[in-house]
Nanobody, 122 residues
Framework: QVQLVESGGGQVQAGDSLRLSCAVS????????TGWFRQAPGKDREFVSA????????YYADSVKGRFTISRDNAKNMVYLQMNSLKPEDTAVYYC???????????????WGQGTQVTVSS
């Protein structure tokens, strides 16, 4: 059974940093691309970042480019999202996801975590 478990969310002030983690189990992690998505209240789920199996290819939404960094540790079956210079508009539930094949910005990922709340106050 595939499990993705996010952690690291919380409530911070604008300008602060957070590091989200996603622990993956139940599949051969190195065969899967992984991504981070977020959903704010009343809004659709949106793409944040994605990373290929080897970490050679990464994608970022324009809204987080230069502030967020995605990474993965294949030895530990972990994906991370380092979030710096947080803004109130980054407030959302953040989801980790994974899919076989290439990393994409589309939400068509096969497996999803339960999400972790990030709240940024001004």
């Amino acid at each position: 059974q595939v499990q993705l478990v996010e952690s690291g969310g919380g409530q911070v002030q604008a300008g602060d940093s957070l590091r989200l983690s996603c622990a993956v189990s139940g599949r051969t992690f190195t065969l899967y691309a992984t991504g981070w998505f977020r959903q704010a209240p009343g809004k659709d789920r949106e793409f944040v970042s994605a990373i290929s199996q080897s970490a050679a290819t990464v994608y970022y939404a324009d809204s987080v480019k230069g502030r967020f960094t995605i990474s993965r540790d294949n030895a530990k079956n972990m994906v991370y999202l380092q979030m710096n210079s947080l803004k109130p508009e980054d407030t959302a539930v953040y989801y980790c996801a994974m899919k076989p094949g290439i990393a994409t910005t589309s939400p068509r990922y096969n497996y999803w975590g339960q999400g972790t709340q990030v709240t940024v106050s001004s």
